[in-house]
């Protein structure tokens, strides 16, 4: 599928249920294929209650989790227990409830001395487990007010990063902590699929400007010019009607309450 599919949904809750879905079988499409299932986790606390379904329904017990391996699509530059950290949050929300302890749990190292010898280390990690050309299976990714996604801001000179590099440091982000890691556009882009998760009303704009070609310089557009399997699950109060005119893009909208299990 090369166009997006966009999911609206009437609220939150079934937003992160339907999400929820689509992750665990792509995760379990991965592990059958292949054996194993690379995860990038998204920051941010739109994802949130994706991974709280994900990890206290009956999907739970639906994928070997001792399979998958977790990435994070960028991580604040705070300790790793601080209540605004990214890696905080997941373990909370999805890896502690899963009981998952294995060493497969690929955070950025925070600890390091700096930034950017931490960004190194994730660049290395990266290699060994994916090589030079491995794809992540699963991505899954907030957007921000202005259209940024991870760490990747518009404007940012991290949208332009030295030749194969895969994480990069954002020193001004504009969304506080201003210093952060993050994967790169390039990087981001290469996976089997990825999973937009856009909630509440003040992202209405930017799934406005989503649906409109003419932003194309925005991170997350430049990322679906690249991306080839991606499913939007945008709530009703970020939805814009205008979405059905973006040539090529299908749009579903859920009114019945899925299955919440
Ligand atoms: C972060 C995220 C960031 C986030 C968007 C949306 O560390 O802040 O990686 O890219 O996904 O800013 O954030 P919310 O989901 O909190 O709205």
Redesign the pocket.
């Known amino acids: 599928m090369d166009h997006p599919l966009i999911t609206v949904l009437p609220d939150p809750e079934q937003l992160a249920g339907a999400a929820a879905r689509h992750i665990a079988a792509q995760l379990q499409l991965a592990i059958a294929r292949r054996g194993i299932a690379h995860c990038v986790l998204?920051?941010?606390?739109?994802?949130l209650p994706t991974y709280r379904f994900l990890a206290q329904s009956t999907l739970a017990v639906t994928v070997d989790w001792g399979r998958v391996h977790f990435w994070w699509?960028?991580?604040?530059w705070l300790p790793a227990d601080d209540a605004a950290s990214?890696q905080r949050a997941a373990r909370a929300e999805l890896l502690e409830p899963l009981a998952i302890a294995h060493p497969w749990v690929h955070t950025v190292d925070v600890s390091a001395p700096t930034a950017a010898a931490a960004a190194a280390d994730y660049e290395s990690c990266l290699s060994r487990w994916l090589g030079d050309r491995g794809l992540f299976d699963v991505v899954v990714?907030?957007?921000?007010?202005d259209g940024?996604?991870?760490?990747l801001f518009p404007g940012s000179s991290t949208l332009m990063p030295p030749e194969g590099r895969r994480v990069v440091v954002e020193h001004l982000a504009p969304?506080l902590p201003s210093v952060?890691v993050s994967l790169t556009l390039m990087a981001l882009a290469a996976a089997r699929s990825h999973v937009l998760?856009i909630?509440?009303k003040?992202?209405a704009g930017v799934v406005r400007q989503l649906c409109e070609p003419s932003h194309s310089d925005l991170p997350i557009q430049r990322l679906l010019a690249l991306a080839r399997n991606v499913r939007i699950y945008v709530d009703e109060a970020a939805f814009s009607h205008r979405c059905v005119s973006r040539p090529g893009w299908t749009q579903e909208t859920w009114t019945q309450r899925p299955p919440t299990s």
């Open positions: 998204a920051g941010g606390r739109t994802p699509s960028d991580e604040r990214n990714l907030g957007v921000g007010e940024h996604i991870a760490s969304k952060r998760l909630e509440g003040t992202k």
